[in-house]
């Protein structure tokens, strides 16, 4: 979701209970799963909801954001903190825990062993800690930035350290290394402002966080790879969001005025490769590769997020999805664009709408995608044709509330070994089954682990 920094944007912490403010965590809330509540839910016939948790505890009103997962687990950040589910009954997921931890927007990871958290910070603090107040960008002293937590245990996550990067950290995508078992960190922000110092313009580069294997405490900064050295388009500050495809060493990078493929060979100096600036683009803001490393997906988060987008008056070619063929080899290659995709169903006026985060569905041979819309909800298309997708199915909620428009909806919506679960901003976690052709076979397709932002190959 796109941020503003300004001197005026602030989150009031919850307030937290005894034993959870000694701790600084706010552990092991109980919840039952159910189904989807009555809200005028719609849903095409291979879409098949199974279960729904709604936001509570410590996170009731923290606005929920993005998913990460391990084995059976899955892990919701949110402004506030995380959420720690037990999924290994996708119909009746379960609460392990909730670790209540202030500073928005909490875009997750997980290592590929399952032993570490990463949460993203990009609200000024006092200091890196969960007991953290909140700060002041105009206070060279405040904190953005990493939070490291163990995990191994998972119904006590356990704080390890936090790690300040330039601007803070709106979101962080998860690199393993290459010819090392250290971890990357690619981390995205933006929005820099004279009268911020830990946040001065230009701004023009990431921040990378070295995670020494075996020493999570000793993880820092070691580069600030300048991906724009001219500058990049006239809206370019730095990137929103990185989706790195280590085996071709490639990423692309969605970064506010631009799209850009990334060459990742060297993982702590990734090097901008080509870019695109589209005229129906108003914010670069997530990317995807298709299995073959061909083509990839670009979108764009007109109106932040928080603007209802999916109308006819908007139209089908703005805050939709941009996909984009990928030409020629090293670095004469080039993003040679093919179409945009938008859901086909327009939205009300009190519904926030347009093209936000998702990853494939393993079906082999073709592209099929699932992906969030706020409250336009789920939509899974077919995108083996980049010159034609087509909307094969879709989940969708009637609005949050149908008299003023009110943020809400699917912040992302993932699959994840044969389901698809969706992080509502306002409802919680919605798990659902999709069904048709091709969709056995990707439930074949089993992971350890899935950060969305950091794509590994399938069988085809």
């Not at 790879?225 to 500058?231: A, H, N, Q, R, S």
């Not at 005025?257 to 990334?262: E, R, V």
């Not at 083996?384 to 003023?404: L, S």
């Not at 698809?420 to 074949?444: E, N």
Request: with cysteine; net charge negative; charged share 20%.
């Amino acid at each position: 979701m796109l941020e503003f920094r300004g001197r005026r944007r602030s989150r009031r912490p919850l307030a937290l209970g005894l034993a959870a403010a000694v701790a600084g965590l706010a552990l092991i809330v109980p919840s039952v799963a159910a189904q989807p509540p009555d809200d005028d839910v719609r849903h095409s016939n291979n879409v098949h909801p199974v279960a729904n948790v709604p936001r509570q505890g410590p996170l009731r009103e923290s606005t929920h954001s993005d998913l990460a997962f391990y084995q059976n687990y899955a892990f919701q950040g949110s402004y506030d903190g995380f959420t720690v589910y037990d999924i290994s009954k996708p119909h009746k997921p379960r609460t392990v825990t909730q670790v209540h931890c202030p500073g928005g927007q909490g875009d997750v990871s997980v290592s590929p062993d399952g032993s570490l958290l990463f949460l993203s910070v990009d609200y000024a603090r006092t200091d890196s800690t969960c007991q953290s107040e909140q700060g002041s960008y105009e206070d060279p002293n405040s904190w953005e930035g990493m939070r490291v937590f163990d995990i191994s245990d998972k119904a006590n996550p356990r704080y390890i350290k936090g790690i300040k990067t330039n601007c803070g950290s709106h979101t962080h995508t998860m690199v393993p290394g290459k010819n090392t078992d250290d971890l990357f960190l690619y981390v995205s922000s933006y929005n820099p402002d004279p009268a911020f110092p830990n946040c001065q313009p230009p701004h023009d580069s990431i921040s990378v966080v070295n995670v020494p294997a075996g020493s999570p405490s000793d993880a820092k900064v070691v580069a600030e790879p300048v991906l724009f050295p001219d500058g990049g388009a006239a809206g370019t500050a730095g990137c929103h969001d990185i989706t790195v495809y280590p085996e071709y060493d490639l990423a692309g990078g969605a970064c506010m005025g631009d799209g850009a493929l990334l060459d990742i060979s060297d993982r702590v100096e990734p090097r901008v490769i080509t870019t695109v600036e589209d005229p129906n683009f108003a914010f670069y803001h997530s990317a995807t590769f298709t299995n073959d490393g061909k083509s990839v997906l670009f979108t764009d988060e007109l109106g932040g997020g928080g603007a209802p987008t999916c109308n006819d008056e908007v139209g089908p070619k703005k805050g939709a999805n941009a996909i984009y063929d990928i030409t020629g080899s090293g670095d004469d290659r080039e993003l040679d664009f093919q179409s945009y995709y938008k859901i086909p169903r327009d939205q009300t006026d009190t519904e926030n709408c347009v093209a936000h985060n998702g990853n494939l569905i393993p079906v082999p041979g073709r592209n099929v995608y699932v992906q969030s819309w706020y409250q336009g909800g789920v939509s899974i298309f077919d995108f083996t044709d980049t010159t034609a997708p087509k909307e094969i199915g879709y989940f969708d909620r009637g609005p949050v509330n149908e008299e003023y428009l009110t943020l809400g909806g699917s912040w992302s919506a993932y699959y994840y070994n044969g389901y698809v679960y969706s992080s509502d901003i306002t409802r919680g976690l919605d798990v659902m089954k999709v069904t048709g052709p091709g969709m056995g076979h990707a439930k074949q397709v089993q992971l350890d682990v899935l950060n969305p932002q950091t794509q590994y190959s399938y069988p085809e």
